[in-house]
């Protein structure tokens, strides 16, 4: 994969000025780049049961309207005035999976997925607003691309139940994107893209979980562990002469209790990564028929025809605090002095080959480690 070009900028200036703050384009930040799936091959994903697409078409009458996938044929929608979108298409396609690389600035874990979209001309999902980040790369098309500063004199319009659109907007940025132009667009900052001719949009979003969302996944993290059950208890109470009120001391106690919980920080590290590896959407996971023995893998690093290589779109990372493990897919694995080496490689996600993997065999808990990866899927074999 080639890398940003940044021009006049660094992914360091970009952090500073751009990043969260004010939307940017990048022209020919990728010279050459058309697409890393051809419209076709969308569409092909598009039919698939387990892939989450939509198509949003404007009428002549200027209403909108929505369809969701699968879809068994696109010829009713015509030629103009629709675009067609895929959610985490890195799940299904490596190539478009290693657009994820050109960011390797940010964590990976602040990454949420790949969303692709083909729109013919005239085709877009109406003026909106994100929650996230979002890196929006051209490939093959033009289409034009308005960009504003948050405003919160928008209002919300409902124009079809399932679609959330702005009012009219100021655009600070207004251009055409080609092939290889690269669009940063901030959270809640209003944009509006429609294509000039049919056009392949790659969608790098980013991961920011909400309050609601990190309460509600601890919730379900004290429930899966059996550790919410534990009960308020005041051994220190004193008598009161006005049973009918709730007293200060007893909210700051009781909300005390529920903090307790929330700053063990090794169960809050444990959370946290599991929640932010696991995947939104559907992985295409390679679960071996028959367990694969720690025998079998050390004959497989004898083999210099085939490499191991992670699920597309899987998300892992290594957290050192404060204890060292690896996540993957919201799995934990244990690390060791002995396995941090190959658990950083397996959290870095890049397929390894099997002489380096050999290099780690002569302790077996890595051998277990791999092994194990091996037998839930998250790693193949190819
Ligand atoms: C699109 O590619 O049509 C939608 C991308 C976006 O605005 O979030
Ligand atoms: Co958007």
């Known amino acids: ?30 010279p050459n780049f058309q697409g890393s799936i051809a419209a076709d091959e969308l569409a092909g994903l598009a039919m698939e049961q387990e892939i989450e697409s939509r198509i949003i078409a404007q009428n002549p009458d200027k209403s909108w309207n929505v369809e969701h996938g699968p879809f068994e044929d696109f010829e009713k929608f015509g030629e103009k005035n629709w675009t067609l979108l895929v959610q985490a298409v890195n799940n299904w396609s490596r190539d478009t999976d290693q657009l994820i690389s050109l960011f390797t600035f940010i964590p990976r874990w602040r990454i949420d997925d790949v969303m692709v979209s083909f729109s013919t001309p ?68 209003p944009h509006n893209g429609v294509s000039i001719e049919n056009s392949l949009n790659f969608s790098i979003g980013f991961q920011a979980p909400s309050n609601q969302d990190l309460w509600s996944g601890f919730a379900d993290k004290l429930i899966d562990e059996d550790l919410g059950e534990h009960r308020f208890s005041d051994p220190q109470r004193t008598v009161t002469n006005r049973p009918y009120r709730l007293e200060e001391t007893d909210i700051s106690n009781i909300k005390s209790f529920m903090l307790k919980q929330l700053s063990d920080d090794k169960f809050f590290a444990q959370y946290i990564s599991q929640y932010l590896t696991q995947s939104h959407h559907t992985l295409e996971l390679l679960i071996p028929m028959k367990a694969f023995t720690i025998e079998q893998v050390l004959g497989f690093v004898e083999n210099d025809e085939i490499q191991f290589t992670p699920v597309s779109g899987i998300k892992s990372l290594v957290c050192y605090t404060p204890e060292t493990n690896l996540f993957i897919n919201g799995d934990k694995f244990q690390l060791t002095d002995k396995t941090i080496e190959l658990g950083n490689i397996l959290a870095e996600s890049l397929p390894m080959t099997t002489e380096k993997a050999k290099s780690f065999m002569s302790c077996l808990k890595n051998t277990q480690l791999l092994t194990n990866v091996l037998n839930k899927g998250y790693w193949y074999i190819e």
């Open 1 to 30: 994969m080639q890398s940003i070009n940044w021009g006049d900028l660094t992914p360091e200036k970009f952090l500073k000025e751009y990043w969260q703050k004010k939307p940017l384009l990048i022209k020919q930040a990728l």
């Open 122 to 189: 005239n085709g877009g999902v109406g003026a909106h607003l994100d929650q996230y980040d979002v890196f929006i790369l051209q490939g093959e098309g033009k289409r034009r691309w308005q960009v504003g500063a948050p405003d919160a004199t928008l209002t919300t319009l409902i124009p079809h139940p399932d679609l959330k659109q702005v009012s009219e907007f100021t655009p600070i940025i207004d251009e055409v994107t080609e092939a290889g132009d690269l669009l940063y667009i901030p959270p809640n900052h």
